[in-house]
């Protein structure tokens, strides 16, 4: 099939190398604008926008798809579908329209559960033991589309956001080639999405990172998790800011201590609300990530001491 490809972070970019694979052609691919980034904030270029780049394919990054230019490429082009995938824009009707087959997302959770920005993060925040990819026949709405296919997989105890991101996006490649060959056949049969069933996943932000020790030691080793590697969950210990980076359950629990009291240092581990929490890797302000048991070694930590 002629495709137009529109995704732009790191999720996206393994859909490109199996569409193309798979025998389809990429005439163009959509991505953001170039961001400054790092700190001498040189612009830089979205993943998907170098691998399209990698491969010789026309890269488009305009800054609306609303005033006329983006629809006149499609029709210059005559897409027989258009691929989305985390493309971070709101497509308007004539372009979800402008393709033969209409415009397929890729989304990464099992629908019409965790529509939104950040589905992978809030399905580990929220202590989900499943999750998936769906791709879906885009409409108007936000993820509201006819679901096509889907693909399910098991979330595992102590698996990160990050770690999760990179399994789901080579199952959404994986799942695009499998619905493109299946409409080319004729096979697809979409499915209306459940309204009622719906949630939606709001977009993270560092105000979700601060960890209340009066929690379940279950849901704070979710949020840990869920917020790894970015914003990353934190605490303070005598006024100094930690970034936990990566956490466990523990098998402790001392009732008796303070929410946030260090219990055990071998492995580092705080009492929390009900349970305790093995703190595996964490991050002083200004320093690198690191095994918890490393920093014990550089810093005056006592059983006792209380996490803020």
């Known amino acids: 099939m002629r495709i137009i490809f529109m995704g732009t972070p790191e999720f996206a970019a393994p859909a490109i190398d199996a569409l193309l694979a798979a025998g389809h052609e990429i005439a163009a691919v959509f991505s953001q604008p170039d961001k400054p980034k790092g700190r001498g904030y040189s612009m830089t270029p979205p993943p998907v926008k170098v691998k399209a780049l990698e491969y ?76 998936g990819v769906t791709t879906m026949q885009m409409d108007a709405g936000l993820d509201t589309g006819d679901m096509l296919l889907v693909s399910e997989t098991d979330i595992a105890p102590d698996e990160t956001a990050g770690e999760l991101h990179d399994r789901l996006s080579a199952m959404g490649a994986a799942l695009i080639v499998k619905t493109l060959d299946a409409l080319a056949k004729g096979g697809l049969k979409p499915q209306k999405q459940d309204d009622s069933r719906s949630c939606y996943a709001k977009m993270l ?98 059983k006792g001491m209380v996490l803020q």
């Open 56 to 131: 010789g394919i026309p890269v488009y990054q305009p800054k609306s798809m609303r005033d006329g230019e983006a629809l006149k490429i499609f029709n210059e082009i005559k897409p027989d579908v258009g691929v989305v995938i985390a493309y971070g824009k709101i497509l308007p009707q004539e372009i979800l329209d402008a393709p033969a087959y209409g415009c397929i997302n890729v989304h990464a959770s099992l629908l019409p559960k965790y529509r939104g920005a950040a589905p992978i993060q809030w399905s580990v925040i929220d202590g989900e033991p499943k999750t």
């Open 205 to 302: 932000t560092k105000e979700l990172c601060a960890v209340d020790w009066s929690r379940s030691a279950r849901e704070i080793h979710n949020q840990i998790r869920g917020l790894s590697p970015w914003p990353v969950a934190t605490a303070a210990l005598e006024g100094k800011k930690l970034k936990l980076h990566r956490s466990a359950v523990s098998p402790l629990d001392c009732p008796e201590a303070a929410p946030g009291e260090i219990i055990s240092l071998d492995p580092l581990t705080v009492q929390c609300g009900s349970g305790a929490v093995e703190l595996l890797e964490i991050q002083a302000e200004g320093k690198k990530r690191m095994l918890s048991s490393d920093y014990l070694r550089g810093h005056r930590i006592e």
